[in-house]
């Protein structure tokens, strides 16, 4: 008789994670109104917010990068990014972007010459890559139209994700870039990408957007932050996997730490604050552009 086939069982297929997703629409039901509600009044109140998230985004980033001193290394990164957001709200964004890179360099000389970490370009680029979205979303939500950009800015960012968790893992398919982040989807990527536009179009359709991107420019805008969104997610994932760890904390539950939740926000800041300078402003695409103060 032939040699014998060995019969293997496939892997069994993976369940869509309704549990993990319950946890993220409460963190979103607890931190979405209260976030919305700083952003709409601005001022000292949304100053503080930003404060606290930096903070909190510091310790982090001291546990992931350095953990033989995340503590010291917290307490400079939040020292370093403080200084530049309290420059940006004094409506002085121009010194705050000056100081923030002085900041950075201070922050890692001091871990150099105290012997606190060895990891010195880690700190110093820990308080360049929290810090800018920082200051920049302070500027975009001062600046005069900002609150619009600002509310759509969350808006497309939360629905990107929103959008992107639940397709990816009920469509699964073909991986985005399994290297540094296998549980990305192409089909992920792709809702993403669509809860993004819908979110954008429905902020300036209902007219909670007003002196944002206008209904005439909200598409485009809900494709650029959605895919800075999704870019950010992976380049989190990508800083994750050199520092050889699965989440940034255990803050929020459903997403791991606040970096987690943030990822995609922080380089969709950025690109929503280029397109407030370089596009037309207002609901009725008036004409304008933001300029740092």
């Known amino acids: 008789m032939g040699g014998s086939t060995r019969m293997t069982s496939s892997p069994p297929v993976k369940r869509f994670d309704w549990g993990n997703l319950r946890l993220r629409i409460l963190s979103a039901v607890v931190l979405g109104p209260a976030t919305f509600l700083l952003l709409w ?5 949304f100053l503080v917010m930003v404060a606290i998230a930096s903070t909190l985004l510091a310790i982090e980033w001291g546990l992931m990068s350095t953990p033989e001193a995340r503590s010291r290394t917290a307490g400079l990164v939040t020292a370093a990014v403080l200084l530049p957001l309290f420059l940006a709200y004094r409506d002085d964004t121009r010194t705050a972007c000056i100081v923030l890179p002085l900041t950075a360099l201070a922050a890692a000389l001091a871990a150099r010459q105290l012997r606190w970490s060895d990891r010195s370009l880690d700190i110093a680029f820990g ?14 939500r001062h600046d005069p139209g900002g609150r619009g950009w600002a509310t759509t800015l969350l808006a497309a960012t939360w629905s990107a994700d929103i959008f992107a968790f639940v397709a ?44 944002g991107p ?17 870019a950010g997610d992976l380049w989190e994932s990508i800083l994750k996997r ?7 904390g255990d803050l929020i539950p459903g997403h791991g730490g606040l970096l987690d939740r943030v990822d995609g926000l922080m380089f969709a ?25």
């Open 214 to 230: 206008g209904l005439r420019l909200a598409a485009p805008v809900g494709v650029a932050v959605g895919l800075a969104t999704m």
């Open 41 to 45: 009044f601005g001022g000292w109140p």
């Open 168 to 211: 990816g893992n009920i469509l699964k398919g073909p991986k985005l870039w399994p290297r540094f982040s296998p549980n990305k989807t192409w089909s992920g990527f792709f809702f993403g990408l669509a809860g993004a536009i819908v979110a954008a179009l429905a902020v300036s359709a209902v007219g909670i957007g007003d002196g």
């Open 127 to 140: 308080v360049l890559y929290l810090g800018l979205p920082g200051v920049t979303l302070i500027w975009l």
């Open 269 to 293: 800041i950025l690109v929503a604050a280029v397109l407030r300078l370089c596009l037309p402003v207002g609901i009725g695409d008036g004409v304008g552009v933001g300029i740092f103060r």
């Open 242 to 248: 050199r520092f050889g760890v699965k989440d940034s």
